[in-house]
């Protein structure tokens, strides 16, 4: 079952159902269906928490999950890590989850669609203020901008912008055109080699949601925290 | 590259949505459960330090109990020990007193009992030596063993000088009351050998002397002319002194080989 069609750059050409500007696409659907699953299963999870020895086997896996994220989180700013947990955290795991179920013949991630990606890097570009004001206060944050000096700020305002660009772009170009390499694959060489990229694609899906989730932390801690502090770090985390 | 706006936005929104659920449904009791878990963990740590530091007080309290306890212990130990070192000796003491009593009291006794044996031995042996002696004289030789002593008393007094019969009859004696001269035997002695006795005394000592016969133990079967002083005297005293000292000498060796 083919949803996008070869010629068809994202879900988002898929459109399901339009009423005036109302539209609603195969990218709507398929975001629907990733918010239920997450929210579905992390109900049904967490409708019974032990805090004893004594751990269910889903329980365990969402705290490792957790765990792992606040555990990031923490590595990056000195502490608060757990206001950035619920932003940072969904992020990555709707992009993860919309990432990994693209095994599932006839899905096509949400996130290889450039409107989600875009969704998602504003939704970074405004919290990055929203962070940094919350922490600094607004003339700490404002402050930020003219570091060294005032010549700097509109680099710092064009940084601002690229950074939310290339977020979007980075994320909905890997797993658009491995959407494409496979489908490419599949009608060059029918047999195994499209599983390899599919397991590739897995990996590739992984990393891209961890790439996200750790540059959106960075830019936000660096937001939070003077430059001096976190400038090494962000330097070596941005790609 | 195409953007839907609509779509922009209502993914904008969904991912808000999703978070809102999210950290209602997700990280919001996740994290609660862990930091339960983490406070439960901690108190439970903290009650093992505290057990544990109650642990180590008491056994802190009881290792010093044990070191008193024990130091207590050596100390009665060594006390007991020292008591009944103390009271051995004392024991032993008493014993050795007990012992040196008995035996002073044994020794007493047996010195006591020679001392009446011996007396008897020499009361018994002059008796009858004494009377075997007559006996044996009368037999063989029909001599009297009496007369024959008096006889001897008699040159005894007739051999003294001058001088020695003036010193024998004291010349400090009172005139007045007249010398006494006291013949003292262990037997009875016949009537006529008193006589010959007294007779013979005259004769030897020029002065009126009066002559008294006394019966004596102390001569053990001899004869004794007393005057002041002074006496003339013939006894088996030594022999039965001889006696004596042999059997004393006997009963000593035996009790030295006891």
């Known amino acids: 079952m083919e949803v996008v069609a070869i010629h068809q750059i994202s879900p988002d050409q898929v459109i399901l159902f339009t009423w005036g500007f109302v539209t609603v696409n195969a990218t709507l659907v398929y975001t629907w269906l990733i918010m239920a699953f997450l929210v579905a299963g992390s109900y049904l999870v967490t409708g019974q928490l032990s805090t004893d020895r004594q751990v269910s086997r889903w329980q365990n896996v969402l705290e490792v999950i957790v765990s792992g994220i606040r555990s990031e989180i923490g590595d990056m700013v000195k502490e608060g890590a757990d206001s950035y947990l619920v932003f940072i955290g969904t992020v990555f795991l709707f992009i993860l989850a919309s990432n990994l179920f693209t095994f599932i013949p006839g899905y096509v991630a949400p996130t290889s669609s450039l409107t989600t990606t875009a969704a998602l890097a504003i939704m970074v570009f405004f919290a990055v203020p929203l962070y940094g004001i919350t922490k600094q206060g607004i003339l700490g944050y404002l402050k930020e901008y003219f570091q060294p000096n005032f010549i700097f700020f509109p680099f710092h305002v064009m940084g601002e912008f690229s950074r939310t660009l290339a977020l979007a772009v980075r994320l909905f170009g890997n797993l658009m055109s491995h959407e494409k390499v496979v489908a490419i694959l599949l009608a060059v060489t029918p047999l195994l080699f499209p599983v390899v990229m599919q397991v590739l694609g897995l990996l590739i899906g992984l990393i891209q949601a961890y790439i996200f989730a750790i540059l959106a932390m960075v830019y936000i801690a660096s937001a939070t925290q003077s430059h001096e502090e976190t400038g090494h770090e962000t330097n070596r985390n941005h790609k | ?258």
């Open chain 2, 1 to 258: 590259m195409h953007i839907d706006w609509f779509v922009f936005f209502a993914q904008i929104v969904n991912l808000l949505i999703l978070m809102f659920l999210l950290k209602k449904f997700l990280f919001g009791r996740i994290v609660a459960a862990i930091d339960a878990r983490e406070a439960k963990i901690a108190a439970r740590f903290a009650e093992a330090d505290r057990a544990r530091e109650e642990a180590d007080r008491a056994a802190a309290v009881c290792d010093a109990k044990l070191k008193d306890l024990e130091a207590r212990y050596e100390e009665m130990i060594d006390k007991a020990r020292r008591d009944a070192e103390e009271y051995r000796e004392r024991l032993l003491e008493k014993a050795r007193e007990e012992v040196e009593f008995l035996k002073k009291r044994w020794i007493d006794a047996f010195r006591s009992e020679r001392e009446t044996f011996l007396m008897e031995l020499r009361l018994l042996a002059g008796q009858q030596i004494y009377a075997v002696t007559r006996k044996v004289l009368k037999d063989l030789a029909d001599v009297d063993l009496e007369e024959r002593i008096a006889q001897i008393l008699t040159e005894r007094l007739m051999a003294l000088d001058e001088e020695e019969r003036r010193r024998f009859l004291s010349e400090e004696a009172d005139e007045e009351e007249g010398r006494l001269v006291v013949v003292s035997t262990a037997h009875e002695i016949p009537e006529d050998v008193r006589r010959k006795v007294a007779e013979a005394i005259r004769r030897c000592l020029p002065e009126e002397v009066e002559v008294e016969y006394r019966q004596s133990e102390d001569v053990l079967g001899g004869w004794e002319l007393r005057s002041d002083g002074h006496k003339i005297a013939w006894s088996m005293k030594d022999y039965i002194d001889a006696i004596e000292e042999r059997f004393n000498a006997a009963l000593h060796q035996e009790i030295l080989e006891r």
